[in-house]
C-alpha cells in the first residue's frame, strides 16, 4: 500500500462531501442491520420464539409492541428508509468517484500534451488510462476507499449486537474473519506479478495494433501480423494464470465464510446444555451473521481492489519525478500554457 495515495490528497480536498458520505454511510448500516432483527421480531410474534431478537433490537434503540400490525407498519417504514439511504449512498459515492477519475485524467492529458509539445512521443498504452485503468482507479475510490469505511462501519455495528447476545460465538466469529483476511492478503501478494504482468502485456498488445493501424509510417503487413500474434500468445498465456487465481478468490470467499457458519453452528451444538441462549436468539444470531456474508465477501476482497487501483495508479504517477511521486494535488485547473506536475 502506498505511504501517500493519490485519493487521499482528493479527499482532504472533498471534505464536506466525504463527511456527507460517510454520514449516510453510517444510516444506511445502520437500518441495514435493523433488517435481519426486525425478521427474527416477526418469528417472536407469530411463533412465540422467545426474547432474543426483541433484547437486539432494544441494543439498537427500537422497541416494538407485540402485535403484528405495528410490526408490518415498522417494516415497510423500516425497507423505504433504508431504500433511501442506500441510494444516496451509492449515487454520492459514484459522482465522487467519477469526479477523482476525472481530475485525473486531466491532469495526465496535460502532461501528455506537454511531452507531445517538447517532442517526445507518449506511448500509446497510456491511452488505457483514460479507458480501463480509470474504472480502476475509481473502483479504488468508491469500493477500497469509501466501501471499505461502509462495511467497516456495518461490521463494528452488527458485532455489537452479536456479542451482545453471545460473546464467546461472536469472538469466534472475529477470528475467523482476521485468518481469512491474512490468507487473502498473503495470497494475492504472493500473486501480485501476475497481475502486474497482465497489465504489461495489455498496454504491449495496444501499443502494437496503434502502431500497425494508426501511425503513418507502419510496418509491412506481413511483419505486423507476426508481432501482432506473438503478443496475443503472450497476453493470452499470462491471462490464463490471471483468471486461474481470480476465479480461485472469488470461489473461496463463499467457502471461507460457510466454513465460519459451520463452526458456529458446532459450538452452539455442543455448548448446547450449558448455553443461555434460547431458541430466539439462536435465530436472531445467525440470521444477522448471514446478512453480514456480503459485507464481510468486500472486506476479504479488498486487497484486490487495493492492489488493481495501486497498480492503475502506476499509468498516472509514471511521468512524476521522485519528489514528486505520492504528493499528489488536487487544484483548480492551471492557466493556459502552464503544465502541472502532480503527476
Not at 464536506?16 to 432483527?37: D, G, N, Q, R
Not at 507502419?218 to 501480423?225: H, T
Not at 452452539?268 to 435465530?283: C, F
Request: proline share 2%; hydrophobic share 50%; glycine share 4%.
Amino acid at each position: 500500500m502506498q505511504t501517500n495515495p493519490v485519493w487521499w490528497a482528493f479527499i482532504k480536498q472533498h471534505k464536506k462531501e466525504t463527511i456527507a458520505l460517510l454520514v449516510c454511510s453510517l444510516l444506511a448500516s445502520y437500518f441495514a442491520l435493523i433488517v435481519p432483527l426486525s425478521i427474527g421480531k416477526y418469528l417472536e410474534i407469530v411463533f412465540s420464539a422467545g426474547g432474543g431478537k426483541t433484547k437486539a433490537l432494544q441494543l439498537l434503540g427500537i422497541r416494538l409492541p407485540e402485535n403484528l400490525v405495528s410490526f408490518f407498519i415498522f417494516f415497510f417504514c423500516l425497507l423505504l428508509i433504508r431504500f433511501v439511504f442506500s441510494w444516496l449512498h451509492q449515487y454520492q459515492a459514484a459522482l465522487l468517484g467519477e469526479r477523482f477519475v476525472s481530475q485525473l485524467r486531466s491532469q495526465l492529458f496535460e502532461q501528455h500534451l506537454s511531452q507531445k509539445q517538447a517532442g517526445q512521443q507518449p506511448h500509446s498504452a497510456a491511452l488505457l488510462a483514460y479507458s480501463n485503468e480509470a474504472k480502476n482507479m475509481q473502483q479504488w475510490l468508491v469500493k477500497g476507499v469509501i466501501g471499505l469505511t461502509k462495511d467497516l462501519l456495518f461490521f463494528a455495528m452488527a458485532l455489537y449486537v452479536l456479542y451482545s447476545l453471545n460473546a464467546v460465538l461472536t469472538i469466534t466469529v472475529l477470528l475467523s474473519v482476521i485468518v481469512f483476511y491474512l490468507i487473502q492478503r498473503q495470497y494475492h501478494h504472493s500473486y501480485k506479478n501476475v497481475w502486474e504482468e497482465k497489465r504489461k502485456r495489455q498496454g504491449s498488445l495496444f501499443n502494437q495494433v496503434s502502431r500497425s493501424l494508426l501511425e503513418e509510417e507502419a510496418e509491412a503487413s506481413g511483419e505486423s501480423q507476426k508481432k501482432y500474434r506473438a503478443k496475443e500468445t503472450k497476453l493470452l498465456n499470462i491471462l490464463r494464470s490471471y483468471h486461474f487465481h481470480k476465479s480461485f478468490l472469488r470461489a473461496l470467499n463463499p467457502l471461507l465464510l460457510y466454513v465460519m457458519l459451520a463452526i458456529v453452528m458446532l459450538i452452539l451444538r455442543w455448548d448446547a446444555a450449558k448455553s443461555s441462549l434460547t431458541a430466539g436468539d439462536v435465530v436472531a444470531y445467525l440470521l444477522v451473521l448471514m446478512h453480514l456474508f456480503p459485507t464481510l465477501r468486500n472486506i476479504l476482497k479488498i486487497e484486490q481492489i487495493w492492489l488493481q487501483g495501486e497498480l492503475a495508479a502506476k499509468k498516472f504517477t509514471r511521468f512524476d519525478s521522485p519528489a514528486q511521486r505520492g504528493q499528489a494535488r488536487f487544484s483548480a485547473p492551471a492557466k493556459s500554457g502552464e503544465i502541472k506536475s502532480q503527476y
